[in-house]
């Protein structure tokens, strides 16, 4: 009787016991106490659970022991028993990751499970660094792509990430991981040994109990085979096990689960609640301007200063003119919130808003400044564009660039700028192009584009004219991978200033480096080798580019060689400031004073003047030039006299 009793008690314990562990969230960390009482033997047949594209991604750092790097090919080549693999059932790929990213076969390279296995047992330690963020960023943009071999996402294949890793990473893994995750790719992260229990969660998928593991050592990860075993052949129902909080519905996948919402509902951007169906975003409301959702249907509205039409889909602008109480004496345009008077070309409005006045000498005159012409109280006299120089009539303009430089451009080609901005970016090197003077004997220029690899694109020698240089740049292919910026950098420095690629002793060489975000190496070494060789560095960030690894980049002073857009069609202003700054084509303080000099110290002039008075005679001189205030007193005396003698024979003319 008394072992009835003891068996029944028995009984209700394991039921209870099993009931709590039901209801328990699953540990994150597995250590050695809690897995050596599960048991490794696996199936003798793969399990045959959803497909999956399934990668695994191996730390492979010097840090790893040769006997331990052993260990983690054994347990990849369990966790394979149990995978059906195939091209219509589980596809694998593999990558291990050091100081670079090295993919030891793709989704689409085997067909069998035996032809993985045998490419498992061939890998070779890296032995080197730990890039665990670049080997995420590898994973998403090129590993699960349909041309290496994932399936399109529209079959709803599960994307699975596994990341093996036994330390800290050198470098950022938590925005790209965020970045994986909302692609769509599930993240197992396993560490072993010492490992940062935040980088680990900041990689894995949630919830972080069902997908990030710790365990002590090498020798214990083996013991998480049947752990996967169950996950991965859809031993459990995750909308079941977890606390999913989907409004609407839970519908699990492989070790992972997502919320649904019923018809008619739309799923929010916290992935769990849900929306009714907003009318105006269906697309079909035909309001020409504003379209408001009501709870049953929508409504057409128009923006302000504009009327709906009676068809209440259309708006018209409100006409502030109609009613002729404008005052304009020449012409009244209907702006967006009022009615402003305009005058016609040779005249300008006056400081009532609607008074015309004939406009000034440069306006009415045949003056013949080839860019802008710019009045004084009595006469006017022509200035330049940046990056152009007034030519001896004192009409013309000419390019700056008419020095000897070899110059190579070094432009960001990582995924986050896009195709379109990557345009914009070519379009800029071509506009700078367009203020040089490209020759063999002038200018030379060669272009890097970069991304978690470097291209030279053209070296310095290939093209002696603007117009082969920009036909060259307008064939550049984007490459849209990682951001690599040192390693350009090293490239640069050890190749594209060579003999080889048609660099020339003796003569100035500059780099022109733009980026859009941080790199994922460092750029430091690189950028001083080139600068203490005497390479000018300038530096150009749009976006979200950082500040201080610009500031390592650059020559100084910062103010002359860092440039700054908030975005890439802003870029304008970078170019403008650019040109100037490479096409300085002023002498030295001494040349100036030479007579050959005088007449490029008259041609500095611009809007800005001082008048100064000798004989009731004005002589413009620009306030800003670099030269106008370091000049000696004898120099300054040789320009004016000159210029008195040249004024006195227009006199005698007249």
């Known amino acids: 009787m008394r072992s009835h009793v003891l068996g029944v008690f028995c009984l209700l314990c394991c039921c209870e016991a099993a009931l709590l562990d039901r209801q328990l969230p699953r540990a994150i960390v597995a250590s050695a106490q809690n897995l050596t009482s599960v048991p490794n033997n696996l199936a003798e047949t793969p399990c045959r659970g959803v497909p999956l594209d399934f990668v695994f991604v191996i730390d492979s750092s010097r840090s790893i022991r040769p006997r331990d790097y052993e260990k983690v090919k054994t347990f990849i080549l369990d966790l394979l028993q149990f995978l059906e693999v195939g091209p219509d059932a589980t596809r694998v790929a593999l990558l291990q990751y050091g100081s670079v990213v090295q993919s030891e076969f793709s989704l689409n390279a085997h067909a069998s499970r035996a032809e993985v296995e045998r490419a498992v047992r061939a890998m070779q330690h890296l032995a080197s660094g730990t890039m665990t963020g670049l080997a995420l960023q590898h994973t998403m943009d090129t590993v699960f792509t349909e041309e290496?071999?994932?399936?399109?996402?529209?079959?709803?294949?599960?994307?699975?990430?596994?990341?093996?890793?036994?330390?800290?990473?050198?470098?950022?893994?938590?925005?790209?991981?965020?970045?994986?995750?909302?692609?769509?790719?599930?993240?197992?992260?396993?560490?072993?040994?010492?490992?940062?229990?935040?980088?680990?969660?900041?990689?894995?998928?949630?919830?972080?109990?069902?997908?990030?593991?710790?365990?002590?050592?090498?020798?214990?990860?083996?013991?998480?085979?049947?752990?996967?075993?169950?996950?991965?052949?859809?031993?459990?129902?995750?909308?079941?096990?977890?606390?999913?909080?989907?409004?609407?519905?839970?519908?699990?996948?492989?070790?992972?689960?997502?919320?649904?919402?019923?018809?008619?509902y739309t799923l929010n951007a916290d992935g769990k609640t849900c929306t009714g169906t907003d009318y105006c975003d269906l697309g079909n409301h035909g309001c020409e301007q504003d379209c408001v959702s009501t709870p049953e249907s929508y409504v057409c509205r128009c923006k302000t200063d504009y009327i709906l039409n009676l068809d209440g889909k259309t708006c018209s602008k409100v006409d502030h003119c109609a009613d002729g109480k404008h005052g304009c004496e020449q012409e009244a345009v209907n702006m967006e919130n009022s009615c402003v008077c305009k005058c016609r070309d040779g005249f300008t409005l006056g400081p009532d808003g609607k008074s015309c006045n004939s406009l000034d000498l440069c306006q009415t005159v045949d003056h013949g400044c080839e860019h802008r012409c710019l009045s004084t109280?009595?006469?006017?006299?022509?200035?330049?564009?940046?990056?152009?120089?007034?030519?001896?009539?004192?009409?013309?303009?000419?390019?700056?660039?008419?020095?000897?430089?070899?110059?190579?451009?070094?432009?960001?080609?990582?995924?986050?700028?896009?195709?379109?901005?990557?345009?914009?970016?070519?379009r800029f090197v071509n506009t700078v192009v367009d203020s040089l003077d490209v020759s063999g004997s002038g200018t030379r220029v060669g272009l890097l584009q970069y991304s978690t690899k470097v291209r030279t694109e053209f070296p310095l020698g290939q093209y002696t004219s603007v117009r082969d240089v920009k036909e060259a740049v307008s064939r550049v292919q984007y490459m849209g991978q990682g951001s690599m910026t040192g390693l350009a950098l090293r490239h640069m420095f050890q190749s594209s200033f060579t003999a080889k690629e048609g660099a020339r002793p003796g003569v100035q060489r500059a780099t022109i480096v733009l980026t859009d975000g941080r790199s994922q190496d460092d750029v430091v070494e690189w950028a001083n080798k080139a600068k203490n060789a005497g390479v000018t560095m300038y530096a150009l960030g749009v976006g979200k580019a950082i500040e201080e690894e610009l500031k390592q980049i650059a020559s100084e002073?910062?103010?002359?060689?860092?440039?700054?857009?908030?975005?890439?069609?802003?870029?304008?202003?970078?170019?403008?400031?650019?040109?100037?700054?490479?096409?300085?084509?002023?002498?030295?303080?001494?040349?100036?004073?030479?007579?050959?000099?005088?007449?490029?110290?008259?041609?500095q002039a611009t809007e800005k003047m001082i008048t100064l008075t000798r004989d009731n005679i004005l002589f413009p001189i620009n306030p800003y030039a670099k030269y106008d205030i370091s000049l000696s007193l004898t120099c300054l005396l040789e320009a004016m006299t000159l210029r008195l003698e040249n004024l006195e024979r227009q006199l005698r003319h007249k």
Request: hydrophobic residues 35%; glycine residues 8%.
């Open 557 to 603: 002073p910062d103010e002359k060689h860092i440039f700054y857009a908030e975005n890439f069609d802003q870029m304008g202003g970078i170019t403008n400031r650019l040109k100037s700054g490479i096409c300085q084509d002023e002498p030295s303080d001494a040349d100036l004073c030479q007579c050959d000099n005088v007449v490029m110290f008259q041609k």
């Open 377 to 426: 109280p009595d006469s006017y006299f022509c200035v330049c564009l940046e990056g152009f120089l007034l030519a001896e009539d004192g009409k013309r303009c000419r390019k700056c660039g008419t020095g000897v430089m070899d110059l190579v451009f070094i432009i960001d080609g990582s995924k986050s700028l896009g195709p379109v901005n990557f345009e914009l970016v070519k």
């Open 148 to 264: 290496e071999g994932a399936r399109p996402a529209a079959l709803l294949i599960p994307r699975i990430a596994m990341v093996v890793t036994d330390g800290r990473p050198q470098d950022a893994v938590e925005e790209v991981a965020a970045e994986a995750r909302r692609a769509g790719i599930q993240i197992f992260a396993i560490g072993v040994g010492r490992v940062d229990m935040n980088t680990l969660q900041a990689i894995g998928s949630e919830p972080h109990s069902e997908h990030v593991y710790l365990v002590a050592n090498f020798s214990q990860i083996q013991t998480l085979n049947s752990v996967f075993q169950s996950k991965l052949c859809g031993g459990s129902d995750m909308c079941e096990v977890t606390d999913h909080q989907c409004q609407h519905i839970c519908v699990s996948s492989p070790a992972s689960y997502r919320c649904k919402c019923r018809l008619g």
